[in-house]
């Protein structure tokens, strides 16, 4: 009896399996990569998991993110310098014009002092 009982719950479970091969529903071989890389990601994103890896990283990997970083400070520094010498640059320029503007200012003020003086003279009856 005990023999039937077994030989039952085998072949139940052979055609279980098979039945899950056969099953349209089963994942696909794509699916089952996409299942595959989710887990991964989700490992991948874990933050001891990422202490670990920065513990133990590979020294020529530390050399380059070393390299990237310093050339990252370089170019924020050359962005600066930069900045500065066309601010100084836009400020002399802006210097110069207020500097043109004012000139222009003052002789034209010159001149019309000088004919409004010339015009007092002639109401006057001043001959010059």
Do not use: W
């Not at 056969?22 to 887990?39: I, M, P, Y």
């Amino acid at each position: 009896m005990r023999f039937f009982f077994i030989l039952t719950i085998l072949i139940v479970f052979c055609y279980c399996e098979s039945e899950e091969k056969n099953d349209s529903t089963a994942l696909t071989n794509s699916e089952q990569n996409l299942v595959r890389t989710k887990r991964e990601d989700i490992f991948a994103n874990n933050s001891i998991v990422q202490a670990l890896r920065k513990a133990f990283k590979d020294p020529k990997e530390v050399k380059k993110e070393k390299q990237r970083h310093r050339a990252h400070i370089r170019k924020v520094l050359r962005d600066r310098r930069l900045k500065r010498i066309r601010q100084a640059r836009q400020q002399r320029k802006a210097r110069k014009l207020a500097k043109r503007r004012n000139k222009v200012r003052r002789a034209h003020q010159k001149f019309v002092r000088k004919n409004r003086n010339l015009l007092r003279g002639f109401k006057a009856g001043k001959t010059f």
